[in-house]
């Protein structure tokens, strides 16, 4: 997959998980650690984008 359409794919998760979080927010039933948890996701693929963007800038 070119470095390109995968940082896409990654910034679209990135997105889907932003909205997913607060979806969850909005419910009071929502567990705690479930937010957390999406968050750390959210927090992973921000980690990978901004790796991949320094690669690509590099080259």
Request: net charge positive.
């Amino acid at each position: 997959m070119p470095l390109a359409s995968h940082l896409s794919e990654l910034k679209r998760k990135h997105g889907e998980l932003e909205r997913e979080i607060i979806d969850a927010m909005a419910h009071p039933s929502t567990d705690d650690l479930e937010v957390a948890s999406l968050k750390r996701r959210k927090l992973a693929l921000k980690d990978q984008i901004e790796k991949l963007t320094q690669q690509q800038t590099r080259h």
